[in-house]
């Protein structure tokens, strides 16, 4: 399902660079950073809590922690920056 809040694929276009590389070395990552950001990004709009995020994002408590640490170490920040650029 599509949301209002969602990526446009210019917006993706602007950030995806941000996640390239980021799992060398590690497991494969379970949820994909567009639906990831998606997902925040609805939560943002909708001022809702994590747990009411609509079943088809992936889990709350996964968005949440994708988020948090974003937040912690300036990607969030970066990633605004860059849909601001992006409009």
């Given at each position: 399902?599509?949301?209002?809040?969602?990526?446009?694929?210019?917006?993706?276009?602007?950030?995806k660079?941000?996640?390239?590389?980021?799992?060398?070395?590690?497991?494969?990552?379970?949820?994909?950073?567009?639906?990831?950001?998606?997902?925040?990004?609805?939560?943002?709009?909708?001022?809702c809590?994590?747990?009411?995020?609509?079943?088809?994002?992936?889990?709350?408590?996964?968005?949440?922690?994708?988020?948090?640490?974003?937040?912690?170490?300036?990607?969030?920040?970066?990633?605004?920056?860059?849909?601001?650029?992006?409009?």
């Open positions: 399902m599509r949301y209002r809040s969602d990526l446009t694929d210019d917006q993706w276009e602007a950030i660079t941000f996640f390239e590389g980021e799992n060398r070395g590690k497991h494969l990552q379970k949820h994909e950073k567009r639906e990831m950001v998606n997902a925040v990004l609805y939560y943002k709009e909708a001022n809590s994590w747990r009411k995020l609509p079943p088809d994002f992936p889990p709350h408590i996964s968005v949440w922690n994708f988020y948090n640490r974003a937040r912690i170490n300036g990607l969030w920040d970066r990633i605004q920056n860059a849909l601001e650029k992006a409009i």
